[in-house]
């Protein structure tokens, strides 16, 4: 059953395919939907791992929300939203660090809605943590245990960064070998 507009017009309760946003009152497709549910659940973990790879936090976040936008517009081709969003971020990460002739230095920190607040400072210095350990290593070593510490196997790793299985298993050693020197060394002190 259809009810008419103010112009006598027929119209439908909601177009086929759409779901009524309650919080709006406007009409979003499952497609927003499922977009929305990735971008909650994965903005953080993707900052963080901009942040594993040596971007500060503002940049961290910068970037990672560049990335959101572009996966949105990109939403439906898209197989591995999570893979997918690591590689592109970290390829717009390896962009800013071309543009920048000096240093990257550490910003002060001010807590905003994708980065940490202050009441989750246990978390804050377990990645700070993860931070200095992985400061020393080359940069291919980094990057694997980024994606490593984001979840990937060696396997997924290499396919997603044009290697090898063999050599990204052979990163991941020498990264964690590395870490585990550090480590010992920062006990000592």
Known sequence: MSETGPDGEAVSAAPLGRLPDSASGTETSPRDGEFAYFYRTSLRGLVAFLMWLGASAPLAAELAQDTMVKAY????????????????????????????????EELDFEPTSVLPSPGEAAEWERQQEILYLLSGLPARQRQVMAWTLDGYSPTEIAAELGMTSAAARASLFKARLAVSRKMTEREGE
């Open 73 to 104: 517009e990109r939403w439906d081709r898209i197989q591995s939203p999570a893979a997918w969003s690591r590689r592109v971020a970290s390829r717009k990460l390896v962009r800013a660090f071309s543009r920048v002739e000096t240093s990257i």
